[in-house]
């Protein structure tokens, strides 16, 4: 005779008296503020270091440009090694982007699955990357250039409309991102995860 916790013949124990276990909380459904932002949180990121990979593509020739002019023709050893230097210091800050992106999308999964923390990280990244964008935008949206530039050159057209064009996605994508994450229902999923 078996004993009621025991499992007959050396079976595996009846599923009825797996009950004993205290019931997990269940987070309320996700709302669609949450679903959104978490597309946000996802997309955004990838949209905008694929826009810089282009802004770097299109402003290394004028970059380029403004080094040989500011240096002269018969510099062109330090025009090679600036312009080493200059492809280095995008390739650093294209790296950064990437982690960035990475991190972003990390914590919006943690964000998506109703942890408060996560929205309060990427509150915070949200706030920095709007200032940011509002920062570019505030600059004709060449936050890429700093100084006077030579005489006769200009940045060309695209560069500038590049650069508006990220400031500006960059903005809109930030503040629906804080508005979502912070919306009645949204406020409540999360209420309902820091008690689960």
Do not use: C, K
């Not at 240096?71 to 330090?78: A, F, I, S, T, Y």
């Amino acid at each position: 005779m078996t004993t009621p916790h025991e499992p007959p013949h050396g079976g595996l124990p009846d599923p009825q008296q797996w009950g004993d276990q205290p019931p997990q909380p269940e987070l309320p459904p996700r709302p669609v503020t949450v679903r959104i932002a978490f597309w946000i949180a996802v997309l955004a990121p990838v949209l905008s270091t694929a826009l810089y990979a282009v802004t770097f593509a299109r402003t290394r020739g004028f970059a380029e440009q403004v080094l040989a002019a500011a240096l002269g023709p018969q510099r062109q050893e330090d025009v090679r090694f600036a312009s080493a230097a200059l492809a280095f210091g995008f390739g650093a800050v294209a790296f950064v982007l990437v982690v960035l992106s990475v991190l972003w999308i990390a914590f919006g999964f943690r964000l998506r699955a109703g942890r408060g923390w996560a929205r309060v990280v990427l509150t915070v990244f949200a706030a920095i990357w709007a200032l940011a964008a509002v920062s570019g935008l505030v600059n004709g949206g060449q936050s890429w250039t700093a100084g006077e530039l030579p005489p006769g050159l200009a940045p060309p057209a695209e560069l500038t409309a590049l650069g508006y064009g990220q400031n500006a996605f960059a903005l809109v994508a930030m503040v629906a991102f804080l508005v979502l994450v912070h919306a009645r229902s949204a406020q409540r999923f999360f209420a309902a995860g820091a008690r689960g």
